[in-house]
């Protein structure tokens, strides 16, 4: 079974306030299959920890959705199997950039999605962590 996606929407419907257009929707329904559970990611290397040189949203979120995608296919998946998203940013005025980014990696998979905007992160220089969640099918 393919995850079943509930309810799909896009973000330039639902803010069209905002420069948004990233695919998600209000359920994913998942049978069986293999449940990857990943470490909120952050705009550092996975090989060697080393941080992302720049102080760019949308660069950071790059990193971060590029660390997510090699997790996911290191577990045996793709992007596809992607059903869920915790994003935490630290300044309001830099979601649009980081969900810009964010949309480019999600087209057409409509995973749910929160975003959170905390006071910071583990390291001072980081604008953007996101958790994720992915489910091989059977």
């Known amino acids: 079974m393919t995850h079943k996606r509930i309810r799909k929407f896009n973000t330039k419907d639902t803010y069209p306030e905002q420069n948004l257009d990233n695919d998600l929707c209000q359920a994913v329904v998942t049978k069986g299959g293999k449940t990857i559970w990943l470490r909120g990611q952050?705009?550092?290397?996975?090989?060697?920890?080393?941080?992302?040189?720049?102080?760019?949203?949308?660069?950071?979120?790059?990193?971060?959705?590029?660390?997510?995608?090699q997790l996911i296919k290191e577990a045996g998946g793709?992007?596809?199997h992607l059903v869920k998203i915790v994003v935490y940013i630290t300044d309001i005025k830099n979601r649009e950039a980081i969900?810009?980014?964010?949309?480019?990696?999600?087209?057409g998979?409509?995973?749910?999605?929160?975003?959170?905007?905390v006071c910071a992160l583990a390291r001072p220089e980081?604008?953007?962590?996101i958790d994720a969640t992915a489910v091989i099918p059977e």
Request: charged share 25%.
């Open 109 to 117: 998979i409509y995973p749910v999605s929160t975003g959170l905007v």
């Open 78 to 80: 793709e992007m596809k």
């Open 126 to 129: 980081w604008l953007v962590e």
């Open 99 to 107: 969900y810009r980014t964010i949309g480019q990696y999600t087209k």
């Open 42 to 69: 952050c705009p550092q290397n996975l090989d060697d920890a080393v941080n992302l040189d720049s102080n760019d949203p949308a660069e950071q979120t790059h990193k971060v959705m590029q660390n997510i995608e």
